[in-house]
């Protein structure tokens, strides 16, 4: 064990091109993911927040539900969604980083529409009167509360960025692990792991539970930098 | 204004994430099984591939059956497996035009050093599996469609065994490729076929060493076909081709030769053998 | 300053207004008229309904029964009247920040905010408080945000709950000299208020109200020297109304 934590680290340190270039595609899904996701889920969830129709609660029930959508279904999903068998085949983006972001994306967006629901929905029973009093139209509403959450939607979108980054069930299943072309942390941890490589398995875990340490360490410092205009 | 530049910057990153990276550049998809990956063989040949001609080759390993489907669905370009009969379904259904052969090596029996069947060293497969099935020794399948596992199966039925009502809690089914399965039975201290580019190249043996090897049952051919284009017109069948022609030429087999682990080589060229 | 308007709110006629919340009756059978002039107070013990009549004329609540016309017209927006809550929302901006909202909620032109913004802090003495996250400002800062927010608006009524009561002495006479300051401008001024020294202050007229229903009304001179109901006459001198 200690061996492979020596070697390890040496990988690191020699800053070993194909690792950063699987570090690399790795942020760039997961952060792709999470754009996509915040751009259809926030206004997504904003929506469901300040509008009344028919089949609201049933329509949150889903979205909540869907947080927990196993990766390993969306990427069946989105699998069968892109093969050139199926409907979406002829956009040909099957095995590439594009169905990776797409399949994290499926992942990633209820999770931002759920907590962005909540949010704006608690932010609107504290604004309501005012907003109401000041005439404020519809579509003005949810800009007004979007950019007032910013601070605890900033934290959703980073509870979004720590499931894409750390799931690999869905991307190994419609990116197809390619090597130097889709093989990301995840899907090379699992490679790794199973031809018996740990050294360069727990070289990557370790980058990967740096990142997700770093981005929890974003989301309390946005806490506290939300503190500032939120008073006591 | 901030924000709309933020918008714009987000908008821009967002139409360039969805970009394929490059639409029409030269590559092929090859769906190929996981012990040629995990054996470390495309590592070694696809350098020279693409030095030679400019072509990406981009391997999905997966198992046998399930590269086989993928190329049904037409989302590869070639198939590159190793469980002919599989592959002479996969003729028969117009899936492919041609087969050709392109290189073998040979099946282990893997086990534990310790040996709780007693059929170290021996030189017959069918009898040291019935030997394991007697002694319920605990073994590993893949289960998972690949060429390991079919050619596993035959074996028990050589044997006379009709393992899918026969086997017993000894018999660990675990659906998973070659790498998982080998780390399984290092840590269960049990037995498992596994093909030998991938043992060789397998870094976590622990207590494992190989218990039965030599019998010409243990043979295994490996074969590559291109989709075929008629079915599947998206398919880059000249592209795919040259992938295939250069698998098959000298200088392709030569290069399949020269991959050795430990001056150890894990296959061997015979694209030429009629038989094959 | 004013903007020539081309509609306006007042008077603001309540016809028979009931409020039923829950199977319980907070407004009963209220008829009132506020017209343009001096402030109108609204006094009256807790519960008695001061707070749902200001939302009620605001036109932030339906009443159950009854009809509320702005001007002779139902169903007007709020955009020539605007309210200061007992305890307001400040947006997560600045206090400069909520101003400049208010004003482009208002269609303010944007090339004058700058300059109706330090107009408006100095006018509830908030100068150079400007940059401060509005949520660290002090109660009393807070609630004078709040009403610099709906002058922004350039309200030709104003209504107010409430909006000393939390307060410390300072600020309670800061707002209260900024309310005379815009009831001499021909803003009408609707408040709410626990305070009877503050009533007698501030108030053209009265609107007394209990348990609901409209007890009494008259000028405030009248009321204070001679209120013509006993409740009114125990009211002011102290009596706890049950």
Not at chain 2, 57 to 73: E, P, S
Not at chain 2, 215 to 221: A, H, I, P
Not at chain 3, 136 to 163: C, H, I, M, T, Y
Request: glycine share 10%; with cysteine.
């Amino acid at each position: 064990m200690m061996s492979n934590l020596y070697d390890a680290l040496d990988l690191v340190r020699s800053f070993d091109a194909s690792l950063f270039q699987i570090i690399g595609l790795s942020l760039f899904v997961s952060l792709s993911a999470v754009a996509w996701a915040a751009v259809i889920g926030v206004p997504l969830g904003a929506l469901i927040a300040l509008n009344v129709f028919p089949g609201r609660t049933f329509i949150i029930v889903v979205i909540n539900a869907l947080m927990g959508l196993p990766p390993v279904v969306a990427g069946l999903i989105v699998y069968l969604s892109l093969s050139r068998s199926g409907p979406l085949g002829s956009w040909g983006i099957l095995f590439t980083p594009q169905a990776m972001i797409i399949a994290q994306t499926l992942l990633v967006t209820p999770i931002i529409a759920a907590l962005t629901r909540q949010t704006i929905e608690d932010a609107w029973v504290e604004y309501r009167d005012e907003l109401t009093a000041m005439n404020i139209g519809v579509a003005a509403r949810a800009a007004t509360l979007i950019w007032d959450c910013r601070f605890s939607l900033t934290t959703a979108l980073l509870a979004g960025f720590g499931r894409a980054a750390a799931e690999v069930g869905a991307i190994i299943i419609v990116g197809g692990n390619i090597d130097g072309f889709t093989r990301t942390m995840t899907t090379t941890i699992a490679l790794e792991t199973s031809k018996g490589d740990l050294p360069r398995a727990i070289a990557l875990g370790g980058v990967l539970v740096g990142i997700i340490v770093i981005v929890n360490a974003l989301a309390w410092s946005t806490q506290r930098l939300g503190a500032r205009f939120s008073g006591a | 204004m901030k924000r709309l530049h933020t918008l714009a910057a987000l908008a821009i990153f967002g139409a360039l994430s969805m970009t394929p990276a490059s639409a029409q550049d030269k590559s092929i998809v090859v769906a190929s099984t996981t012990s040629t990956q995990d054996s470390g063989l495309f590592g070694h040949l696809l350098p020279a591939f693409k030095q030679k001609t400019g072509i990406d080759v981009k391997v999905i390993a997966q198992g046998t059956g399930q590269a086989l489907d993928t190329g049904r669905r037409g989302d590869a370009d070639v198939v590159f497996v190793h469980a002919k009969s599989a592959e002479e379904k996969f003729l028969s259904e117009g899936q492919s035009t041609k087969r050709y052969p392109v290189m073998y090596n040979d099946f282990v029996l893997i086990g534990p050093k310790s040996d709780p069947a007693g059929i170290k060293g021996t030189k017959d497969i069918v009898a040291a599996l019935k030997t394991i099935k007697e002694k319920g020794a605990p073994f590993i399948s893949r289960g998972d469609r690949s060429g390991t596992n079919m050619a596993e199966l035959k074996l028990w039925t050589v044997a006379g065994i009709d393992i899918a009502k026969d086997k017993g809690p000894w018999y660990k089914d675990i659906g998973q490729g070659m790498g998982a399965a080998l780390n399984t039975a290092s840590a269960s201290n049990a037995y498992v076929i596994s093909d030998r580019g991938t043992w060789l190249s397998f870094k976590n043996r622990g207590d494992l060493v190989v218990a039965v090897e030599g019998d010409k049952r243990l043979f295994n051919q490996y074969g590559v076909m291109l989709v075929n284009p008629a079915k599947h017109p998206t398919v880059k069948a000249d592209l795919g081709q040259q992938f295939i022609d250069w698998l098959i030429s000298p200088e392709g087999q030569k290069n399949i030769a020269d991959y050795k682990i430990n001056g150890q080589q894990l296959f061997y060229p015979n694209a030429t053998d009629p038989n094959a | 300053m004013t903007m020539l308007a081309m509609t306006t709110d007042l008077p603001i006629a309540l016809e028979h207004v009931n409020v039923v919340a829950g199977g319980t009756s907070i407004l009963s059978d209220i008829t009132l008229r506020f017209s343009a002039g001096a402030p109108t107070i609204l006094i009256g013990p807790n519960g008695s309904g001061k707070t749902t009549l200001l939302r009620v004329a605001m036109g932030l609540l339906q009443p159950s029964n009854g009809r509320v016309t702005w001007g002779g017209q139902e169903r007007v927006a709020p955009q020539r009247r605007a309210i200061v809550f007992q305890r307001p929302a400040m947006l997560r901006r600045t206090a400069a920040a909520n101003i400049e909202y208010a004003l482009a909620s208002a269609d303010v032109r944007r090339d004058i905010w700058k300059q109706r913004t330090t107009e408006l802090l100095a006018m509830v003495g908030l100068s150079g408080l400007g940059e401060r996250p509005a949520r660290k400002l002090s109660g009393g800062e807070q609630q004078r945000l709040a009403l610099a927010r709906a002058l922004a608006r350039n309200p030709e009524v104003l209504f107010l709950d409430e909006p000393t009561a939390a307060l410390d002495p300072y600020s309670t006479k800061a707002i209260e000299d900024v309310l005379v300051t815009i009831a001499a401008k021909n803003i009408k001024i609707v408040m709410s208020t626990h305070d009877l020294g503050e009533a007698r202050r501030l108030a053209g007229d009265i609107v007394f109200l209990n348990h609901g229903r409209i007890a009494e009304t008259g000028a405030a001179a009248d009321f204070f020297h001679a209120p013509t109901t006993s409740d009114g006459q125990r009211f002011i001198a102290g009596e706890l109304l049950i």
